[in-house]
């Protein structure tokens, strides 16, 4: 750190029973479209399907995963522009194609031999409430269905596909006490 720059302290705050809540996680399900993207399908003349990201999301799955968080993707749909972005960030468990989500993330549980108490869940929509409803902490972005939203313990400020996943990440660095180490190596 340069001599004339005081210590950046972190200026997130989050409530103490959300904390709580996200210090055991230790693996994050993440839906795709409605929350790592806008939730638009755009297709190309060619019909084929591209996705938008945002690299604040991106940066907080790394943060995630260097914090030794494993994040993890579900998602009912598939796509080239999705596995490269995917490939790119590193994550390595990851569903496509796949409609009921509790058993893939059931099946993803067993390989990390985690459990429900030891996992967050993102999404947006019915397809993600047996995820949500088992999840220790389960994470909605602020547009999401209403029902998704009654049973979630956070929504996020942010929009999907705008840093709502960031939010998320950053709620689970903070809980885990390396946000602050993050921050201050990141700044010198």
Not at 91 to 120: F, M
Not at 148 to 175: K, Y
Request: proline residues 6%; aromatic residues 6%.
């Amino acid at each position: 750190m340069s001599p004339d720059l005081p210590p950046l302290r972190p200026s997130l705050n989050f409530a103490p029973e959300l904390l709580l809540r996200a210090q055991a996680v230790r693996v994050v399900f993440f839906d795709v479209d409605g929350v790592l993207t806008d939730g638009g399908l755009y297709f190309s003349e060619a019909g084929e399907t591209l996705k938008r990201f945002h690299t604040l999301d991106g940066h907080g799955i790394k943060l995630l995963q260097r914090a030794g968080i494993t994040p993890a993707v579900i998602t009912g749909r598939d796509s080239l522009a999705l596995r490269r972005r995917l490939e790119a960030l590193g994550v390595v468990h990851v569903r496509y194609g796949t409609e009921d989500k509790r058993p893939a993330a059931e099946a993803i549980l067993d390989t990390l031999g985690l459990a429900w108490s030891d996992a967050a869940a993102m999404g947006d929509d019915w397809p993600d409430l047996p995820m949500l409803r088992r999840a220790a902490l389960a994470c909605a972005p602020a547009s999401a269905h209403p029902e998704v939203l009654a049973v979630s313990h956070h929504i996020t400020q942010r929009a999907p596909g705008m840093g709502a996943v960031r939010e998320l990440c950053d709620v689970l660095l903070v809980a885990s006490g390396v946000y602050g180490r993050e921050l201050e190596a990141a700044s010198r």
